[in-house]
């Protein structure tokens, strides 16, 4: 397995999901990432730069828009986060307020660390480490939204 410290180390930076912090990003490769909620709970893993053209930044620019269409990590945010905030108040339904709602949600609570890979099997590496980490293969750590039950 490869050393995955960068993706949990508390010295390496968290990054807001904001578009400036995509520019950081390399624009080739296959990307594995590790997202925290209010920087400290591990919430979630992901991968991107799978195919085409290997974009990693892709992904990460898809999650900060919020729009949950097409993207599971926006649906899980706005299913355990956003909606049970909305029980609190008065909600008057708008086309698109709850993909604005979720994006605020994910630029202000929600940070992350990653790893680029640029090597032609790029992509098989991260799956395989995206499953590893899913199931608490890096110090039985697993991701609140979407690791995995044995």
């Given amino acids: 397995m490869s050393d995955l410290t960068p993706l949990f180390d508390e010295s390496v930076p968290l990054r807001t999901f904001s578009l400036s912090n995509i520019k950081e990003i390399p624009e080739y490769g296959s990307i594995i990432y590790t997202v925290f909620l209010d920087r400290k709970e591990f919430i979630y893993v992901g991968i991107g730069g799978l195919s085409g053209k290997k974009d990693p930044r892709s992904r990460i620019r898809q999650h900060t828009s919020g729009i949950r269409s097409g993207d599971q990590f926006c649906i899980y945010i ?9 029980f609190s108040q008065p909600y008057v339904p708008q086309k698109g307020h709850l993909d604005q709602l979720t994006k605020e949600f994910i ?6 660390r990653y790893m680029v890979f640029q090597d032609e099997d790029s992509d098989k590496l991260v799956r395989k480490l995206e499953r590893e980490i899913q199931s608490g293969g890096y110090q039985g750590m697993k991701p609140k939204l979407n690791g995995l039950t044995q």
Avoid: A
């Fill in 78 to 86: 706005q299913d355990f986060y956003v909606i049970p905030l909305l």
């Fill in 107 to 112: 630029q202000k609570r929600l940070t992350y």
